[in-house]
């Protein structure tokens, strides 16, 4: 039992989760200025983006289209009036002194995201989800002594997603926070890729002991870059409020950084609260107004998510939690998944073709499931061909490599390679071959020696090179050697 447990056998962990998605849209939230991740410093800025005196904001329509898409994805109130309001605080890569951001009119409310965690479903329950701009970068270089700020990022859209504090382990949150990447990338507003700086999450911690209903004192660290990160900083926090708890001392409210390179949360500043942001309608933004029609269709829009093709598959192909959740993985291979059942290949063999033999090949050169790579068809007629025994599951295998890596339709190499070339005479010759060579073990198999029946089954299958089934060897050569 690891350390963590170990806590958790006398403490609860009560954990909150804020989680920043890029959207991908063209513009910026509050300006025409483009954003684009990897870019030359300071080259996509305007006089918006970095606070210039008398620049104002104007609203990017793109981006509240898709915090709609994401309200309607888990199921929370979409509000049609909701209103900005400037957040203050001061960073160098935050020019104006404040961020654009949403209080107490946020444009999303309420909402459940479903995980599943040791085969168990739980319903994280989201506080809220709203809109605001991004800050620039700062990036710091200690051995010179200095710090650099690029802007580019200054003002691009940000959605915020906030959950309750319901979350109870360091896992569980990580799984949460791969969940969050998941649904934005079905409902593609955001690719979400953590190493772009494109989702971000800070999280809140405190510890109770068990049985007590009062949380303990929440600390925050911000700005968790990883999946992995965001399990090893929930767990360097416990373990520090723990070690405090345990000696009789106070948890204090504070903001920490992950240090990754020492693999610990170091505090950054001490108790925080809404209060300090000094929150208060933007006096350039007036409340936004959405038609019910406008959201209802935008909802209406989405695609079948996630959590849905899991409880589909659970529920009608009897798929185990784990099995459902690997489909579900990507948008493309829950697509690929249901248009081969559509060619009358059973779920089961379905998944254990693409979850195996399928994910390999893309594995093995490093490269993201490509449906397109080898089509749902072409599996499915490599499925029907093994399963009806024309041919060996080696023979399918090498078929599917082929298509794999080749632009050969599945027609010309099973042609070209002879792989249904399996005739009576076909077999009977080869059969005839293998005896012929081997005299002395027909013999011995005729004198009581049955288990020669193995010996000569490889030999076939050698000389046949795989492509035909070990049903029909059987039969073949039980026939000639039990009837000559």
């Known amino acids: 039992?690891?350390?963590?447990?170990?806590?958790?056998?006398?403490?609860?962990?009560?954990?909150?989760?804020?989680?920043?998605?890029?959207?991908?849209?063209?513009?910026?939230?509050?300006?025409?200025?483009?954003?684009?991740?990897?870019?030359?410093?300071?080259?996509?800025?305007?006089?918006?983006?970095?606070?210039?005196?008398?620049?104002?904001?104007?609203?990017?329509?793109?981006?509240?289209?898709?915090?709609?898409?994401?309200?309607?994805?888990?199921?929370?109130?979409?509000?049609?009036s909701f209103s900005f309001?400037?957040?203050?605080?001061?960073?160098?890569?935050?020019?104006k002194g404040y961020q654009i951001s949403q209080f107490d009119k946020p444009i999303v409310t309420g909402g459940i995201v479903p995980i599943w965690w040791d085969n168990k479903k739980y319903?994280?329950?989201?506080?809220?989800?709203?809109?605001?701009?991004?800050?620039?970068?700062?990036?710091?270089?200690?051995?010179?002594n200095n710090s650099q700020v690029d802007f580019n990022r200054s003002g691009a859209p940000l959605i915020e997603i906030v959950t309750e504090p319901v979350l109870t382990h360091p896992i569980q949150a990580k799984i949460f926070i791969q969940r969050i990447k998941q649904i934005v990338n079905y409902i593609a507003i955001s690719n979400a890729e953590m190493e772009q700086g494109k989702l971000r999450c800070d999280a809140n911690i405190s510890l109770k002991k068990k049985g007590i209903k009062k949380f303990g004192t929440k600390t925050e660290i911000k700005n968790i870059n990883s999946f992995r990160n965001v399990q090893k900083a929930i767990e360097s926090e416990i373990k520090r409020q723990h070690h405090l708890l345990e000696d009789g001392k106070e948890v204090v409210q504070a903001s920490l950084t992950w240090n990754n390179e020492k693999n610990i949360a170091e505090i950054m500043r001490v108790k925080e609260n809404a209060d300090d942001y000094r929150y208060f309608p933007d006096p350039d933004l007036p409340p936004v107004i959405i038609s019910e029609s406008k959201i209802d269709s935008i909802i209406k829009d989405l695609p079948f998510l996630p959590f849905e093709f899991e409880n589909r598959w659970i529920d009608e192909y009897d798929f185990k939690p784990d099995e459902a959740i690997t489909l579900a993985s990507t948008i493309h291979i829950a697509s690929y998944f249901e248009k081969m059942i559509k060619y009358d290949v059973t779920p089961k063999n379905a998944s254990k073709w693409i979850t195996g033999e399928l994910f390999r090949l893309f594995n093995e050169i490093n490269i993201p499931f490509d449906e397109d790579r080898v089509l749902a068809k072409d599996l499915a007629k490599v499925i029907s061909l093994s399963d009806?025994?024309?041919?060996?599951?080696?023979?399918?295998?090498?078929?599917?490599?082929?298509?794999?890596?080749?632009?050969?339709?599945?027609?010309?190499?099973?042609?070209?390679?002879?792989?249904?070339?399996?005739?009576d005479n076909t077999i009977i010759d080869i059969i005839n071959k293998v005896l012929?060579?081997?005299?002395?073990?027909?013999?011995?198999?005729?004198?009581?020696?049955?288990?020669?029946?193995?010996?000569?089954?490889?030999?076939?299958?050698?000389?046949?090179?795989?492509?035909i089934s070990h049903k029909i060897i059987i039969q073949e050569l039980n026939n000639k050697l039990r009837n000559s």
């Open 436 to 467: 012929d060579q081997n005299p002395n073990e027909v013999d011995r198999f005729k004198n009581g020696e049955e288990k020669l029946l193995s010996y000569f089954m490889g030999k076939v299958m050698k000389e046949s090179k795989g492509k």
């Open 1 to 80: 039992m690891n350390t963590i447990e170990k806590i958790n056998k006398d403490w609860d962990f009560v954990i909150g989760i804020e989680v920043h998605v890029q959207l991908e849209t063209k513009s910026k939230m509050f300006s025409t200025c483009e954003y684009n991740y990897d870019q030359s410093p300071n080259t996509l800025t305007c006089p918006t983006s970095i606070g210039l005196p008398g620049a104002l904001p104007s609203i990017n329509q793109k981006a509240i289209d898709f915090a709609i898409k994401f309200g309607g994805a888990v199921n929370a109130t979409v509000h049609s």
């Open 123 to 144: 319903d994280i329950e989201l506080t809220r989800a709203h809109l605001e701009e991004d800050a620039g970068k700062s990036t710091h270089n200690s051995s010179k």
């Open 388 to 423: 009806s025994e024309q041919i060996t599951t080696n023979s399918a295998k090498e078929i599917l490599r082929k298509l794999f890596i080749s632009d050969k339709s599945i027609d010309s190499i099973i042609s070209d390679d002879n792989y249904l070339d399996n005739t």
């Open 85 to 95: 309001a400037r957040k203050h605080y001061f960073y160098p890569d935050l020019p």
